[in-house]
């Protein structure tokens, strides 16, 4: 065993293929396009790879105490390699649009939209197909190759790390015990936040009627999705707008551990749920600046796939979510200040004690 046969670099470094060199006129940023795109592939495939690991801790009928804290390190594994993937843009807009098009044609149509480890990666975080924005009218995977599609399919029919963590979630004690209802006991700090910051806006002595009626009307309707986590059957209206899709449970036991997790018995939870937003949240940043990539490079012109370009990528970037819920759970969130107390039981319960 040495180095390179490991790495197995013969066969690695021989699958840069320039189309420009077969058609006599060598593109020289073509060799970049090349490896970024393959090092994206490479990456993806890491991903997966993580999510294998995260999903077999999840897919069970109880997740491991034990386990969890590997979860959690593999989901900020996946942050740090979508970093990469952004920061990898940076190199690629070294080329200029004028060398991007000494081969953009030989590409056609070949796109980043064929790629079916990206698809695989957004439907396994729990993106679905009806959430999706359309594509030139056509299904996302209807450019897909035939055995890609079928993947894809056979995806779907999984379960999701978002349907995983919906199911864990639902299982959270501390959420209800020995007469401790959360979502009651937090209704009335909720009020008296909200109250305040009504009051607040009505006395702001530099908004108008017009400001202060929307500011008004969007407590209020914080105040009607908190309900909607209370009531079963105003839930059900909720999800049926589109305002959460998460369980009623699930979405108690999430506050609940944004809440207090200070505690012990609730912080490796919450880590786990902040690292699927900062998966969230640097996947949208990496639709974005692609985005805006493919705006610098080709302004208004059609995708190489035959994409709408510019437009559809830069939407994705806000519609493309798995983890919504978790950001909406902020609206909330109160001072540490003005939490309630935990019964001493439930308290208790949740902290750690060591006795010789």
């Known amino acids: 065993m040495d180095y390179a046969n490991y790495l197995k670099l013969s066969g690695l470094l021989s699958l840069q293929e320039m189309e420009s060199t077969k058609k006599g006129k060598v593109a020289h940023d073509e060799m970049l396009f090349i490896i970024i795109h393959q090092t994206y592939e490479l990456w993806f495939k890491q991903i997966h790879h993580e999510l294998d690991l995260i999903q077999s801790i999840f897919g069970g009928a109880s997740v491991d105490d034990a386990q969890l804290g590997r979860a959690v390190h593999a989901a900020e594994r996946i942050v740090k390699i979508e970093q990469l993937l952004v920061g990898q843009i940076d190199i690629l807009e070294t080329m200029t649009p004028m060398d991007f098009l000494e081969f953009r044609d030989l590409l056609i149509p070949a796109s980043g939209f064929q790629s079916e480890q990206f698809r695989l990666l957004e439907i396994r975080l729990g993106l679905t197909r009806e959430a999706r924005l359309p594509f030139n009218e056509q299904s ?78 969007s407590l209020r309707q914080s105040r009607a999705m908190f309900d909607g986590l209370l009531d079963d059957a105003r839930y059900a209206e909720l999800r049926a707008q589109g305002a959460w899709t998460f369980s009623r449970h699930a979405l108690q036991a999430a506050l609940f551990l944004f809440l207090y997790r200070d505690e012990p018995a609730a912080h490796a939870g919450f880590s786990m749920l902040k690292a699927l937003m900062d998966i969230d949240e640097t996947l949208a940043v990496w639709r974005l600046r692609h985005a805006l990539m493919v705006s610098r490079m080709l302004g208004r012109k059609v995708g190489t796939g035959g994409s709408s370009g510019f437009e559809y990528l830069r939407a994705t970037a806000d519609k493309h979510r798995a983890y919504n819920d978790l950001f909406s759970i902020a609206t909330f969130l109160i001072p540490r200040s003005a939490l309630p107390p935990l019964p001493d039981n439930v308290r208790k319960a949740m902290r750690y004690r060591y006795e010789d």
Request: glycine share 2%.
């Open 140 to 217: 996302y995977d209807a450019n897909l190759l035939p055995d890609a599609r079928k993947n894809v399919v056979a995806a779907e029919a999984k379960p999701s790390l978002r349907t995983q963590v919906n199911a864990w979630l639902e299982r959270t004690p501390f959420v209800t015990r020995d007469g401790f209802h959360f979502g009651e006991t937090f209704r009335k700090a909720l009020d008296d936040m909200l109250s305040r910051d009504m009051a607040q806006i009505e006395k702001h002595p530099h908004l108008s009627q017009t400001e202060k009626d929307v500011q008004l009307a």
